[in-house]
């Protein structure tokens, strides 16, 4: 979700660029115990736990619901007891849910319904009437970079005054929200806007508006989207979304802190993994993986009485899928002090996935191009070595912002992590390294009913909450930090990349 995150207030003297130096690892710390201690059956324990708060709450654990105050009630409960000192910050957020699928149907000339999907935060709305392209569509699509059509108020013609109009917009080249609200602003009563065009950017997919909007939004596949275009001169469709931003404006929300009672509170550990599902399902994978991970992770210390260096802070974020808010008000609450202290965050998001690769952040932008603030690299490392001192493979994953990473990389503080993998499609290479199977997603349940605790895959819970925990050891433990100088703090803010990704919607 395009969410803008905001700036954290540091003295201007902080304020420079770190240019990313080269990785290395972290002194190394034996993280044995620890790993034995942190098991599948332990994981496994936490998320039934966490299925049946759905199935008795609607199949929901969504923010703003009962079935994620009872899951935060829960995890709450399990860490006071294991000994942390546990608060709750609470927020508000605009609740959003779809009440029924969009529909698209040609009226003239008739024809199938497309199939189509509701933007995220699209209002509610029947509307009938011609298709207008936006007038910088570009079909066929170029290589990158293609098509800006919406991004400014003059690629729409006025529309008309007398019958209501459809904008048709092609993505790229800036937020969903910038082309649907140009669309608004020039007078259409919808939006559709379909796939760019481009190899991976041609398929039907769910994008995300970031806040309320006056006008229904859909989407459309390429093909869909450009043969639309072709016919817009003659032809009306009826468009239809039901939606409920406007039932709760003002939900509350939360995220659970729990901090060790040991460890150096001038140098915080930030380990984080959001709470919440999507209202479709219970969110056994995503993210009840990560969250029953670090919430075993955090136990097994305490029973283990391991003395952090550094102070360790567990946290569940409230509002991932609506746009990141959790960890974004997280912060943006803190002080300039507070984030100063902060000297990295590991975070875990879908480590379960039925299809699973063994993702690592590209902290170093080596493989992907965007890389994290100086010190993320020696995270990646960090995650890349325990693998390959096992035999196991790894693959980069890209620092796209598309999940509670976000904010934390925005403010210039180091970050790492692992994904297991969500709606993308397993390659041939991939299945030949890791098993499963190519060409179909790493999680077919990804945002659906159906990822519930059938949902996963044991033997990524076990390999990824292994290299979890040894992460969260080291560098709760670490003397040399992740600086030249060998220190934990950074002592400037790097610039914050631009990411086309919140709460794993697409936003661009």
Not at 129 to 137: K, M
Not at 367 to 386: K, M, N, Q, V
Not at 437 to 446: R, V
Request: aromatic share 8%; with cysteine; net charge negative.
């Amino acid at each position: 979700m395009r969410r803008r995150i905001l700036a954290v207030p540091l003295a201007a003297a902080l304020i420079v660029t770190l240019a990313p130096q080269p990785a290395s690892a972290v002194d190394e710390v034996n993280t044995k115990k620890l790993r034995d201690a942190v098991t599948v059956a332990g994981i496994l324990g936490h998320e039934r736990v966490l299925q049946r708060i759905a199935t008795r709450n609607d199949g929901t654990r969504a923010s703003g619901t009962p079935g994620f105050a009872a899951s935060a009630a829960y995890v709450s409960g399990v860490l006071k007891n294991a000994g942390y000192r546990v608060t709750e910050q609470k927020f508000t957020f605009a609740f959003y849910r779809e009440l029924a699928p969009a529909q698209l149907t040609p009226v003239a000339p008739a024809g199938p319904a497309y199939a189509t999907a509701t933007y995220e935060y699209s209002a509610s709305g029947d509307v009938t009437g011609r298709v207008v392209p936006a007038l910088n569509n570009v079909l066929p699509p170029t290589p990158e970079p293609s098509s800006t059509a919406g991004c400014a108020a003059g690629d729409f013609a006025p529309a008309s005054a007398t019958a209501p109009e459809i904008a048709l917009i092609q993505r790229g080249g800036c937020d969903f929200a910038v082309k649907a609200a140009n669309a608004a602003a020039a007078g259409y009563d919808a939006a559709i806007i379909f796939n760019e065009g481009q190899p991976g950017r041609t398929e039907l997919f769910q994008g995300t508006l970031g806040g309320a909007i006056d006008i229904p939004v859909v989407g459309l596949s390429f093909a869909d989207g450009s043969a639309l275009a072709a016919a817009a001169a003659s032809g009306t469709v009826t468009l239809r979304v039901r939606t409920s931003t406007e039932i709760n404006p003002n939900a509350t929300t939360s995220n659970i802190i729990a901090d060790s009672p040991a460890g150096d509170p001038d140098r915080v550990l930030v380990v984080g993994a959001h709470l919440d599902s999507v209202v479709e399902g219970a969110g056994i994978n995503d993210n009840g993986s990560g969250s029953a991970t670090i919430l075993e992770i955090a136990v097994q210390m305490a029973k283990l009485k391991i003395k952090p260096r550094q102070q360790v802070r567990f946290a569940f974020w409230g509002a991932e899928e609506a746009g990141l808010l959790g960890s974004e008000h997280y912060v943006a609450d803190l002080s300039d002090t507070e984030l100063t202290h902060i000297f990295a965050n590991l975070n875990f998001d879908m480590v379960g996935s039925p299809n699973y690769v063994r993702f690592v952040y590209d902290g170093d932008g080596s493989a992907t191009g965007t890389s994290g603030p100086a010190g993320s690299e020696r995270i990646e490392s960090l995650f890349t070595d325990y693998f390959a001192g096992r035999g196991l493979a790894s693959d980069p994953s890209e620092f796209n912002g598309r999940s509670d990473y976000g904010p934390f990389i925005e403010a210039g503080i180091p970050a790492g992590g692992l994904f297991s993998g969500a709606e993308g499609v397993k390659t041939p290479e991939q299945a030949a390294v890791y098993g499963g199977t190519a060409g179909a997603p790493y999680d077919a349940c990804y945002h659906q009913a159906c990822d519930d605790i059938d949902n996963l895959n044991t033997t990524a819970l076990a390999e990824l909450g292994d290299a979890a925990a040894h992460a969260v050891l080291t560098l709760a433990r670490t003397k040399t930090g992740l600086y030249p100088d060998g220190s934990l703090r950074a002592r400037a803010r790097a610039a914050a990349p631009d990411f086309p990704y919140r709460g794993g919607h697409l936003v661009r």
